[in-house]
Nanobody, 122 residues
Framework: QVQLVESGGGLVQAGASLRLSCAAS????????MGWFRQAPGKEREFVAA????????YYADSVKGRFTISNDNAKNTVYLQMNNLKPEDTAVYYC???????????????WGQGTQVTVSS
């Protein structure tokens, strides 16, 4: 069982930055792929970024490339999502997720955090 706890959301203006954190714990999480997803009201949950703990392969959605950066700190068992140049369309609940292999569909991920709200005002 893997436990995930997100933090770092908030309300910011367009162009600002935020850093989300996802603290992982539990059995075998270091073998998993860690992903960030987001869900805006009335929309399906969508892939944002993912990273593998061991070899740090990194994946991004086209909509966030060049603005968001995913990273991990093995010593702290924490995955980060640095979000720069935020836009109103980035407004959503952001979720951390874990799965044994990479996938860009939320349906493929087994473990989820509780989510953290990010709101970007224009």
């Amino acid at each position: 069982q893997v436990q995930l706890v997100e933090s770092g959301g908030g309300l910011v203006q367009a162009g600002a930055s935020l850093r989300l954190s996802c603290a992982a714990s539990g059995r075998g999480f270091s073998s998993y792929v860690m992903g960030w997803f987001r869900q805006a009201p009335g929309k399906e949950r969508e892939f944002v970024a993912a990273i593998t703990w061991r070899d740090e392969n990194i994946y991004y959605a086209d909509s966030v490339k060049g603005r968001f950066t995913i990273s991990n700190d093995n010593a702290k068992n924490t995955v980060y999502l640095q979000m720069n140049n935020l836009k109103p369309e980035d407004t959503a609940v952001y979720y951390c997720a874990a799965n044994w292999k990479y996938g860009s569909s939320w349906l493929e991920y087994d473990y989820w955090g509780q989510g953290t709200q990010v709101t970007v005002s224009s």
